[in-house]
């Protein structure tokens, strides 16, 4: 039988309900891959790297768990499975899609529900994420994340609702395919991913939201700390009030450090076409980087990653471009 590497990081997946206040917590004696099926299709070797929810999930364990990854990923295995929180998932997916350069599948999966509620996902969750493994149609596709029967692009996932099994969606994507159950079936492959070598990461930045009336002191007071980048999600094609696009403008002169822009929206990308104060091309004149469709999370883990590679603004600009656009 062909080997599939588990790897755990803790969340939902692996918690029970606490009898006594009903709340989920964190349970070390369950056993995720006890279920006979999953033995049946394939080796299954398990390291739990962490027992955490995922909100409590870092760039720096994320850094790590990716070493292990590439290590374990040079031995004879199909590929790995990751369970994983999902509230923090696609970041952890992305962070991960972005430095293993590796042909070998990795999939990342969760649970919505405990493992000792009624209707539990996880086992399902988990026996689907390993057929996406032992496909050989996941090859050379880069990190994807299987949840409720769904294939998705680890750039293009995230979570949509806060409480059902079918919250994970690639909004103006679509998934890449599904888990059927007779065969696993991949109907289009993503092709805006890349990947990046850094020796180190950079973790200081800040992720901040404008808003109507917004009148800067936000973004003034994250300027006088001392963070390394800063990501502003802005309103539709990249824009922001008149005082938040002076406090960009001074930041980029005075700090030398990048601001990327990011978009309110769920769909389409940021781009400078707007003159008025406060418009995208005034930020893009001045400077900042805009993150293409990425959301602001995800946009953040590639700034914390680019930073490892380069503090130069040019290069970071240039990591941040679509790796296909003419």
Known sequence: MKKVLVVTTGGTIGMITDPESHASIIK??????????????????????SNIPSPQMTPELMWE???????????????IV????????EETAYFLDLVLDTYKPVVITAAMRNSDEIGSDGPRNIFSSVRVVLN???????VLVCLND?????????????????????PGHGPLGIVDEDAVLFFRRSILRCTLSPEKIQSNVALIKTFTGDNGDILDYVGKKNYSGIVLESFG???????????IIRIIKEKNIPVVITSRCWKGRVL???GYTGGGKE??????????????????IRLIITLGISEDLEIIKSLFKLPFKE
């Open 28 to 49: 070390d004696s369950v056993d995720l891959l006890s279920f006979n099926e999953l033995r049946r299709i394939a080796e299954i070797e398990h390291i739990e790297f």
């Open 65 to 79: 768990l990716s070493k292990l990854l590439k290590e374990k990923l040079k031995e004879d295995i199909e590929g």
């Open 82 to 89: 990751v369970t994983h929180g999902t509230d923090t998932l």
């Open 136 to 142: 050989k149609y996941s090859k050379n596709q880069g």
């Open 150 to 170: 769904e294939i998705h692009a680890a750039r293009e996932v995230t979570k949509t609702y806060t409480s059902n099994v079918a919250t994970f969606d690639s």
């Open 237 to 247: 094609r990249g824009n922001v009030p008149p005082a938040v696009s002076e406090r």
């Open 272 to 274: 400078g076409i707007y």
């Open 283 to 300: 930020l893009q004149e001045a400077g900042a980087i805009f993150a293409q469709e990425l959301s602001s999370q995800k946009a953040r």
